[in-house]
């Protein structure tokens, strides 16, 4: 009991995970309740093909958050406050945008039409059982995912490991990739979520070079 007392005085704010118990509860009630007014589409989405594989780096998206949120919050505090203010923050404004702005897709593709069958069909299948295709722009699931990213590669123990900042933002980019190609999102969504991670970047770690004497 002592060991856990020193660890999490050492190691402050791990209540910040409590936004989830917000975050859940709100998602789903919007999920179950709203009913989409503005259907998003774009060229890019019909050019894009179903691929039910990709069901695999989508829902790696869990480990991806667990991992980044525990390494940080174990090794880099400061770190990790940025990455809960980044993702938090982020994904709370979706939440707004989606009351305000109920949007959603008709992208799925109709399963007995394609001809096939295997499990990552059946697994998206409850996937879109699960969550309904509304709520989607911005998308959280990119959202979040960039903030993971950024966060990590800009923490101690990225520094000086260019390989795992390579990890990180390649991982990120594949659960974006993956959004489209499960017909999760469009290309809207995705380009949206990602959009709101930029400001945090020059907010929390962009610095100017200074300047050079004559």
Not at 21 to 35: E, G, P, S
Not at 163 to 168: E, P, Q, S, T
Request: include cysteine.
């Amino acid at each position: 009991m002592q060991t856990i007392k020193k660890m999490l005085t050492a190691r402050p704010h791990l209540w910040y995970q409590s936004y989830w118990l917000l975050y859940l509860v709100w998602f789903f009630a919007l999920d179950l309740t709203v009913k989409a007014k503005y259907i998003l589409w774009c060229p890019l989405d019909g050019a894009i093909p179903f691929c039910e594989w990709f069901v695999i780096p989508y829902c790696s998206w869990f480990v991806l958050l667990a991992a980044v949120t525990a390494s940080l919050w174990w090794a880099d505090t400061a770190a990790y406050g940025k990455l809960c203010l980044m993702m938090f923050s982020g994904m709370t404004f979706c939440l707004i945008v989606y009351m305000l702005l109920p949007n959603g897709l008709a992208l799925r593709p109709d399963v007995a039409a394609l001809g096939r069958d295997n499990w990552a069909i059946r697994l998206m299948q409850m996937l879109w059982r699960a969550d309904a295709a509304v709520n989607v722009c911005p998308s959280i699931h990119c959202q979040s995912s960039a903030a993971m990213a950024l966060a990590f590669s800009e923490s101690k123990l990225a520094a000086k490991r260019p390989k795992l900042k390579i990890v990180a933002w390649a991982w990120a980019a594949l659960i974006c990739a993956s959004t489209v190609f499960t017909k999760q999102h469009s290309v809207i969504d995705v380009a949206c979520g990602l959009a709101l991670v930029i400001p945090w970047y020059f907010l929390l770690y962009f610095r100017k070079k200074p300047r050079r004497a004559a």
